[in-house]
């Protein structure tokens, strides 16, 4: 025997198998997958193939098998008669237990969950195995010959939060899938937006309509809440999901998880049981009468099923915890929060108060996260932040964590690191991410990679907090539970210093990786880089923008918009790239029907802001049709090589050229009651003609407090390009959160509505460019089909006093 296997069970030896699997004859289907994973990676690392017995037939040829090492997968496989190591351990735990009389090595959980996590553990323990992100090249496997455990290395490990999930967006592949689970992600819950489904309309809304709002949209699944104060209702509550228990004896838990909107019948001020207050982020405070609707269902739940969880979403109106309500271990309440805000110390301090109130009224706490990687459009680098919050959680005694995740992994290892902390939070961050870097591109290049991560972390952790985007965010009142990912300022805090050392250090990356799956590793990371580079680059920040005054301000002015259009269509064709690679898609896809169901979840833009359209539409009004920036413009104009780029340039040349104007009358020639443009007032608000400001001649129409409403026309149309253009102002000092945005809905011969075109350039705010005109342009096609369009411009979340004023509304068609 040698010296080294004196001090270690052998696995492999030489490239030779010196162990075999064994599972029990009666094993269920996940501790055989179980069994077969490790053989599969054994093999994977070493090339030697261990054998899987099942009890019974490893003692029918024990002979021929002595002086082999038996891994054994499962409980059954530990001794009899000595003290069980399973006793009291949660399920997703497990042991790694050595029997040195026998030879045999035992992984086992008290579940075939733990049983399956342990295998992960002896996988990445002792062969080295790490899943970085999904896919076989991002699983890194080392090549060995030899494979050994220690002598008595006992192992035996419970995670700290006994439901780890991220969402469905996640693990929408099997690969996606697959590096959640190798990575011990157990979701064990029922908690989402569900009472839809518990009071379904089709059944109870004739029967019991006293269960929902009067007037309320019910075919809206999130347009409502139940009343939960109507008579009855709690009762219908537990038998319905007694029911569902009864018929599905496998389910662990049910949601009690609100719908996702607000609509509660209670915070109609004429309710009898009206609360009258607020909750701490500015919404109706419903939480004393949800969750006290929660404690009764789940007493007579339990009552009949003791075994089972109810899962709740502290959201919006539920924010704050019940003030008289004590709700059982059982109920599991998800907290809803953004916690990169607890880089600012005075939401930490909120942050964690609330935490200890909740924990108060409900021991069952756990923490629910807005975690996204898609749809920002910066690698979300917040390693320490995100692992102070986890480390928090488990000393104050939060039970469970949930995440929104949707990453396109240009985080590079925070997903990942993420699986790692929930487990453990107490293990080092700094070592974690060092394994990560050196395991996806090679020792020469994690520092680089390193370097890269670091500039994002100083970014999110620190520079953010500093931001308007930011502030606007935390001091909102009301204010949602999670950043607004659909406003894109934040981009304006990134210099390009920020972008030209990232991109220096990750070439460098990419050179210095080493082997063939560090170099694809490297370049994938390049490649997700290139999309952050390409938003920067192209971000249309409105900025004021001086009016040319010679050719050559005119034509340099040109080519830097030309130069940020491209960059701009670099982003869509590289979203359009992504979409079959299983690390860099975006499941929150920024673009309108890219073909994802939650797809326009981000912002898409030309790259030409409102004042460069403005700037170059006043110089070739100056120059003339001859003169060499209208060359320039037309050449790209007749050019169809970058299409957006083609659009957007005719737009400007039929602005600068006078061409007939299809809306027929520009804003300021509205009269009273004129039927060219209609109104839209849903809160009653009056928009009209006003001599107060005005764009061009001596009139605009002007708006004041719309909560939703703008103004509209119907025009005849037929497929092509068109472009439209109008014009806005808000007088200076204006502040408020009103926006304004166009909308163009299609409809055939037959009046039937084909399309609803949302433009890329989505809304924008008002007050951003409050003293000076602004500008809402778009430029695209019209689908088959149309014979009329709607043309709408929409105002939005205007403050009382916030007003706006319309002028020079302008609708081309591009292609004629």
């Known amino acids: 025997m040698s010296l080294k296997s004196k001090h270690a069970l052998q696995i492999v030896a030489g490239g030779q198998p010196a162990a075999i699997i064994m599972i029990s004859s009666n094993a269920d289907e996940q501790t055989r997958n179980s069994a077969i994973k490790l053989a599969a990676y054994v093999k994977k690392s070493t090339a030697a193939e261990l054998t899987i017995w099942t009890e019974d037939a490893a003692a029918a040829h024990c002979q021929s098998l002595a002086g082999k090492v038996q891994i054994y997968i499962g409980a059954e496989g530990l001794p009899a008669g000595e003290p069980d190591p399973l006793e009291g351990m949660d399920g997703d735990g497990f042991v790694i237990h050595q029997d040195g009389e026998r030879r045999r090595l035992t992984i086992a959980g008290p579940t075939s969950w733990g049983t399956e996590f342990g295998v992960n553990e002896f996988l990445e323990r002792y062969a080295g195995v790490r899943w970085l992100a999904p896919g076989e090249d991002w699983e890194d496997v080392p090549e060995q010959k030899e494979l050994s455990v220690p002598l008595n290395d006992q192992v035996r490990q419970e995670p700290a939060f006994f439901s780890r999930e991220f969402d469905v967006h996640t693990s929408n592949s099997p690969e996606r899938e697959a590096w959640t689970r190798n990575n011990r992600m157990h979701g064990r819950v029922e908690f989402k937006h569900h009472l839809f489904n518990l009071f379904p309309p089709g059944k109870y809304k004739f029967t019991h309509p006293q269960y929902y709002p009067s007037g309320a949209d019910l075919n809206d699944i999130h347009g409502w809440q139940p009343c939960f104060s109507a008579p009855g209702i709690v009762e219908e ?11 599905h004896p496998e389910a662990t838990s049910y949601s009690l998880g609100m719908n996702d909107g607000r609509n509660f019948c209670e915070a109609d001020p004429r309710h009898p049981n009206y609360p009258n207050q607020d909750n701490s982020i500015g919404y109706p405070h419903m939480s004393d009468i949800y969750y006290d609707w929660v404690r009764q269902v789940s007493e007579g739940v339990f009552a009949k099923h003791p075994d089972k969880f109810l899962g709740t979403l502290s959201y919006l109106n539920l924010y704050d915890p019940p003030a008289n309500v004590k709700l059982d271990p059982r109920v599991i309440v998800f907290v809803t929060d953004e916690r990169l805000s607890w880089g600012d110390s005075e939401l930490r301090d909120a942050g964690h108060a609330l935490t200890s109130r909740w924990l108060q009224a409900a021991p069952g706490t756990a923490f629910y996260e807005y975690s996204f990687g898609t749809p920002y459009l910066l690698p979300r680098a917040h390693f320490n932040l995100m692992a102070e919050s986890y480390k928090y959680a488990k000393a104050a005694g939060v039970a469970a964590h949930y995440a929104e995740l949707t990453p396109n992994f240009g985080e590079g290892p925070r997903p990942w690191l993420s699986t790692r902390l929930q487990w453990n939070p107490d293990q080092d961050v700094e070592l974690l991410l060092k394994d990560w870097y050196e395991r996806a591109v090679g020792v020469d290049a994690a520092a680089d990679l390193a370097a890269y991560y670091e500039l994002w972390r100083d970014f999110w952790e620190n520079r953010i907090f500093r931001t308007r985007w930011y502030s606007e965010w935390a001091y909102s009142n009301p204010r949602i539970n999670y950043m607004n990912f659909l406003d894109d300022s934040y981009l304006e805090a990134v210099t390009s210093a920020d972008i030209a050392q990232s991109r220096i250090l990750l070439e460098a990356v990419v050179n210095k990786a080493a082997t063939a799956k560090q170099k694809k590793r490297a370049a994938d990371l390049l490649r997700a880089f290139e999309y952050y580079e390409a938003s920067v680059l192209s971000y249309p920040e409105e900025k004021i923008v001086p009016h040319p ?32 690679d299983i690390v860099l898609r975006h499941n929150f896809s920024p673009y309108y029907g890219y073909g994802q169901t939650l797809g326009g979840y981000g912002r898409i833009w030309t790259g030409m802001t409102s004042g460069e359209l403005d700037a170059i539409v006043s110089w070739l009004e100056q120059e003339g049709s001859g003169g060499a920036v209208h060359s320039l413009l037309q050449q790209l104009a007749d050019d169809g090589a970058v299409f957006a780029i083609q659009n957007s340039v005719r737009l400007a040349l039929s602005l600068s050229q006078a061409k007939e104007n299809m809306s027929h009358e520009s804003a300021e020639a509205i009269p009273e009651g004129a039927d060219l443009w209609d109104f839209w007032l849903a809160d009653g608000i009056a928009m009209h003609r006003s001599d107060e400001a005005a764009r061009r001649g001596s009139y605009s129409v002007v708006a004041k407090g719309v909560k939703q409403g703008g103004m509209y026309q119907s025009l005849a149309a037929q497929p092509g390009v068109y472009g439209m253009y109008a014009a806005y102002y808000t007088p200076p000092g204006q502040s408020g959160k009103g926006t304004i945005r166009l909308q163009f809905e299609l409809y055939d011969s037959q009046g039937n509505e084909i399309e609803v075109i949302k433009p890329y350039l989505g809304e924008k705010h008002a007050a951003q460019t409050a003293g000076r ?4 342009h778009w430029a695209g096609e019209l689908s088959e089909g149309v014979e009329s369009v709607t043309v709408k411009i929409i105002l939005e979340k205007f403050e009382d006093e916030q007003e706006i004023h319309l002028d020079d509304a302008a609708f081309y068609q591009l292609d004629r």
Not at 237 to 247: G, L, M, R, S, T
Not at 572 to 580: C, H, I, M, P, S
Not at 773 to 776: E, G, L, T
Request: charged letters at 20%; a neutral charge; glycine letters at 4%.
């Open 549 to 580: 005054v010679n050719e050559t301000e005119a034509g340099t002015l040109v080519q830097s918009v030309v130069l940020k259009m491209k960059y701009a269509e670099k982003r869509r064709a590289l979203v359009e790239q992504f979409a079959g």
């Open 237 to 247: 509550a537990v038998a319905n999901i007694i029911a569902y228990f009864d018929a």
């Open 773 to 776: 005109w602004s500008n809402i």
